[in-house]
């Protein structure tokens, strides 16, 4: 016989919780609209993060792995997994220094080509999420990410 879940044991507080969690509903939103992303790039062989990081990389090279980290709050792990990556498909390349601190990434000319390669499919991600959330929801997305951004580097130093 399957265990059934008690029914409603944390009464108001876990509800409240459930209901209004700023970091649950943010975390269930990021993973959602990745899931969405990702399914559009999936052709292209890359990920949401690998287009994020790509994008940064082409934005800021040279640049070091722990600045991308700090630059995209990733998990230094996460960011070193995805450059190896990238690097094995030869879409950057990774320069090194005197210890690993000292490493800096580049773009390489297939790896500005395949950022021009899933541009449309990025876009039509961009395009489904709009759909989804309207004009003023993405505008209210992009305001409050803004505003959390601005705030985590005051609290953090930034």
């Avoid at 992303?37 to 990389?57: D, F, K, M, P, W």
């Avoid at 390349?93 to 499919?121: C, F, H, N, W």
């Avoid at 929801?137 to 990410?145: E, Y």
């Amino acid at each position: 016989m399957a265990k059934q879940r008690p029914a409603n044991t944390g009464g108001a507080t876990s509800f409240d919780i459930m209901e209004h969690c700023f970091a649950g509903r943010v975390r269930y939103m990021s993973r959602a609209i990745t899931s969405m992303y990702n399914e559009h790039l999936r052709e292209h062989g890359v990920t949401a993060a690998q287009v994020t990081l790509l994008s940064c990389i082409d934005q800021f090279a040279p640049v070091g792995p722990s600045e991308l980290a700090q630059m995209l709050s990733m998990e230094k792990s996460t960011v070193s997994r995805n450059l190896a990556r990238m690097h094995e498909s030869g879409w950057i390349e990774i320069e090194s220094g005197e210890d690993e601190r000292a490493r800096r990434v580049s773009m390489t000319r297939s790896g500005r080509s395949k950022l021009k390669k899933i541009y449309p499919a990025w876009k039509a991600a961009q395009a489904e999420l709009e759909g989804l959330v309207g004009s003023t929801g993405t505008a209210s997305i992009l305001k409050s990410f803004r505003a959390v951004q601005a705030g985590a580097g005051e609290q953090h130093g930034r």
